[in-house]
């Protein structure tokens, strides 16, 4: 049975991400984040958002904090006595979640959306173009931050599920524009090649020339698209969260951290915003890395 992660590796994709230390260092911090967000009940130290383990006497204590001989607080505490390095694996899992699910969303929505428009063509293109259009005119934030107070507004006693729903779909709603465009159109060029034009003739429908033969064909720059997508759902989130309109208060992400840090920030007590921070912009910058390797690598042009 042969080993696909074996396989992989020793492919050029392989090759070349082995000859990149730019990737592989990205690559070794974005999994250091994931596997410690997913794991995070059993990698942090404590469990930050639990009412009984805080204890308000620890409150702002500086990294580094030793207690009775033995160091306590790696990266110091809050203004309510949590663990910032706990908080940050708590924190850093939110935003992962919201950010991959709203990339998937949007994922789903633009390839569908685009590869519809690049394949039919006629008026369905022309339509779904111009709605294009008319959301790139709003600034994605802009839109996000709307869409998120307004269902914070008529929903003010929703659950906290409803409540990351909302804001996954604030953040969806812009973001599969680039998908569509991007999908319409390589599906553009590629509804005119002989192997579709082979599949016509032969009596293959429609729907199922789109799914088994041209879908495959558009997927690389979408794959390509979508980790540089990841980044910025990651920060836009981070963005909603500081202004107050994205996840619940209770299951705070990066960007909560970072604006409860920020009301301390001039009075001395600088890591409880400045770790959120860092943490953000490591997430942000390794997943763009890595975005920008697999571009490169998927560019027959650069080989």
């Given at each position: 049975m042969r080993n696909p992660i074996g396989h992989w590796l020793n492919s050029d994709i392989g090759h070349s991400f082995k000859a990149s230390k730019t990737a592989t260092s990205a690559a070794v911090i974005a999994f250091m984040f994931i596997f410690c967000a997913i794991f995070a009940q059993w990698v942090a130290p404590t469990n930050p958002f639990d009412p009984a383990s805080l204890d308000l006497m620890d409150a702002r204590l500086p990294p580094a904090w030793i207690e009775e001989g033995s160091l306590k607080y790696l990266l110091g505490t809050d203004d309510q006595g949590r663990d910032i390095l706990s908080a940050l694996i708590y924190g850093a899992r939110i935003s992962l979640i919201v950010g991959l699910a709203s990339v998937a969303v949007s994922l789903c929505v633009g390839v569908s959306l685009g590869l519809l428009a690049g394949f039919r063509g006629g008026w369905i293109d022309t339509f779904l173009m111009r709605l294009c259009d008319v959301m790139l005119s709003f600034p994605a934030i802009l839109v996000a931050l709307l869409i998120a107070g307004v269902g914070r507004a008529l929903l003010p006693?929703?659950?906290?599920?409803?409540?990351?729903?909302?804001?996954?779909?604030?953040?969806?709603?812009?973001?599969?524009?680039?998908?569509?465009?991007?999908?319409?159109?390589?599906?553009?060029?590629?509804?005119?090649?002989?192997?579709?034009?082979?599949?016509?003739?032969?009596?293959?429908?429609?729907?199922?020339?789109?799914?088994?033969?041209?879908?495959?064909?558009?997927?690389?720059?979408?794959?390509?698209?979508?980790?540089?997508?990841?980044?910025?759902?990651?920060?836009?989130?981070?963005?909603?969260?500081?202004?107050?309109?994205?996840?619940?208060?209770?299951?705070?992400?990066?960007?909560?951290?970072?604006?409860?840090?920020?009301?301390?920030?001039?009075?001395?007590?600088?890591?409880?915003?400045?770790?959120?921070?860092?943490?953000?912009?490591?997430?942000?910058?390794?997943?763009?890395?890595?975005?920008?390797?697999?571009?490169?690598?998927?560019?027959?042009?650069?080989?």
């Open positions: 006693q929703a659950d906290e599920s409803l409540a990351f729903g909302v804001l996954i779909v604030s953040i969806s709603l812009t973001g599969w524009v680039q998908y569509a465009r991007t999908v319409r159109g390589t599906t553009l060029v590629e509804r005119n090649k002989e192997y579709v034009q082979a599949a016509r003739v032969t009596g293959v429908a429609p729907f199922r020339i789109m799914v088994r033969h041209v879908l495959p064909n558009v997927l690389g720059p979408v794959m390509v698209l979508a980790t540089i997508q990841v980044a910025t759902a990651i920060i836009t989130e981070a963005t909603l969260s500081f202004l107050g309109v994205g996840v619940p208060p209770t299951s705070p992400s990066l960007g909560t951290l970072i604006r409860i840090g920020n009301d301390f920030l001039f009075s001395g007590e600088w890591w409880i915003t400045i770790f959120p921070g860092i943490t953000l912009v490591l997430i942000a910058l390794s997943v763009n890395l890595l975005g920008d390797w697999l571009r490169d690598a998927l560019n027959p042009r650069l080989h």
